[in-house]
């Protein structure tokens, strides 16, 4: 397999066009199209650098030098691809949002892959605490600022 047929496979399979793709890395449909039959072969480093990044994968892998090489089938899951696919046609401030709401959503138990009993509770009240550390804990809980 060639750079060309697995710059071509990773974007098909992440369902980008070759028109988006190449939008994104600032080159024509055209050249893109050459890179993906060969045509143009000696394909600029920074622009197999963009075209990894956009895609998700090393340079080294659309190279062909990772081993196990994560294009390939058995390794390639449709959701993850697709949430990719969608990740990238957000701008950097879509970006961080996603980023963020992902990551909440690893706290919450019956979205986590993580064991109940692994989950970080939340906090507790302190057995044989005194009225005055229960009432301090309370200010805290309710004090927006704090």
Known sequence: MTVGDRIRKQRELLGISQTELAEKIKISKQ?????ETNIITNI???KLESIAKFLNVSPASLMGWDVPNLMEESFIF????????CYNQLNDLGKHEAEKRVEELTY???YSAKPA??????AHEIENSSQDDKQYDEDI??????
């Open 31 to 35: 050249t893109l199209y050459k890179y």
């Open 44 to 46: 600029p480093s920074d």
């Open 78 to 85: 449709s959701k993850p691809t697709k949430i990719i696919s």
């Open 108 to 110: 919450i138990p019956e």
């Open 117 to 122: 009993h692994l989950m970080v509770d939340a």
């Open 141 to 146: 809980m309710d004090d927006e600022n704090f």
